[in-house]
Each structure stands twice: as structure tokens, then as C-alpha cells.
């Protein structure tokens, strides 16, 4: 899940990275490493989602603003896999009032399906500078 933009709250979002429901999946960003997604991993998401015509969103925090984290960098660092911290779009999160875009929970079944079934196809055609 990712914190989405709140109309009465838009101020707390960066202007370009405002997460809104029903717009897709958002790929969390954080240079601080917060999250565990790379500009590979962002890069791999998104293209397979242009492949499928799904839509994806970016997130990061406002620079003068804290940041949450989650599990991604941690598990990313005990296995060695590339990761993506992603997820939809939701207001009130750790509320017992939490909501989403229904049209989000298709899109991210759809795309977590597609990344499965085109994953390799697009990371034979990325080559990456060490």
C-alpha cells in the first residue's frame, strides 16, 4: 500500500509524486533507502507495465518531511534480489478506516501477473553498467 494524496492535505506531497486512488500502482522512491526501490527495479516495473497498458505511479516524500519505511531494503539485502517497493494508492493508513480505489485492486492483480509472465523477456533486453 502506498499513503495516498488527500484533497484537504495536498500541501504534504510533492507536487509531481502525489499518489492519487484509481491511477494505479505507485513505485516508491527514497534516496535515503527507506524503500528498496532502484532506478533499475523502477525502470523494469514501469516498462512492463507500458507492455500490458497499465498504468504506475511515483511516490517520494517531501524533502523536508519524514518518511515512513518498509520491509523492502531489509529483505532486498538478505536475499540479493532486485526489488520495487510498490503498492496501491490508499487513504488512512493504520485506520480502522482504511479505503482504496476499487479499479486499483484489478490494476495491481493485473500487474503483478504481468511482471510475472514478461519479467524475463524485459531483463534480457536491459543492460546494466556495474
Avoid at 509531481?16 to 527507506?34: C, D, F, S, T, Y
Avoid at 525502470?43 to 523492502?72: W, Y
Avoid at 531489509?74 to 496501491?88: E, F, H, M, N
Amino acid at each position: 500500500m502506498a499513503h495516498g494524496v488527500h484533497p484537504n492535505f495536498m500541501d504534504k506531497h510533492e507536487e509531481l509524486h502525489r499518489p492519487e486512488l484509481q491511477k494505479g500502482l505507485v513505485i516508491k522512491h527514497n534516496a535515503n533507502q527507506r524503500y528498496a526501490t532502484s532506478g533499475i527495479t523502477s525502470f523494469l516495473f514501469k516498462e512492463v507495465g507500458k507492455i500490458h497498458n497499465l498504468p504506475t505511479q511515483d511516490f517520494a516524500v517531501r524533502n523536508d518531511m519524514g518518511c515512513g519505511s518498509t520491509i523492502g531494503p531489509i529483505l532486498a539485502s538478505g536475499v540479493g534480489i532486485r526489488t520495487v517497493d510498490c503498492g496501491i494508492a490508499q487513504l488512512s493508513m493504520h485506520s480502522i478506516r482504511e479505503m482504496c480505489g476499487k479499479e486499483d485492486i484489478d490494476i495491481a492483480y493485473k500487474h503483478f501477473k504481468a511482471f510475472y509472465q514478461s519479467f524475463s523477456s524485459v531483463d534480457k533486453m536491459l543492460t546494466v553498467d556495474n
